[in-house]
């Protein structure tokens, strides 16, 4: 099991940025890609950005790519979602997942935190 605590949700205005966290406790998070996703009121949760083990392979859904950056560090079993530039259209629920690769990852992620709020205002 791998137990994973989102955190650094807030509200912004537009334009501006926030840090995501994500912890992780329970199995060894290196062994595990990471991602972000997030949810709109309304909408289906939709995949926001991945990493591979080692940190060096990124993905971005086109909708953030520019403006977002995904990190991780192992020693502090701690994934990062930095979020720049933001727009309302950003405002979501967002989750940050674990899976045994990047394929599982954008389809059936293993592991989900619980969200985190983050509010754009315009």
């Known amino acids: 099991q791998v137990q994973l605590v989102e955190s650094g949700g807030g509200l912004v205005q537009a334009g501006g940025s926030l840090r995501l966290s994500c912890a992780a406790s329970?199995?060894?998070?290196?062994?595990?890609?990471m991602g972000w996703f997030r949810q709109a009121p309304g909408k289906e949760r939709q995949f926001v950005s991945g990493?591979?083990?080692?940190?060096?392979?990124?993905n971005y859904a086109d909708s953030v790519k520019g403006r977002f950056a995904i990190s991780r560090d192992n020693a502090k079993n701690t994934l990062y979602l930095q979020m720049s530039s933001l727009k309302p259209e950003d405002t979501a629920i967002y989750y940050c997942a674990a899976a045994e690769d990047l394929v599982v990852l954008r389809t059936n992620p293993n592991y989900w935190g619980q969200g985190t709020q983050v509010t754009v205002s315009s």
């Open positions: 329970g199995r060894t998070f290196s062994r595990y890609v």
């Open positions: 990493i591979n083990l080692s940190g060096r392979i990124t």
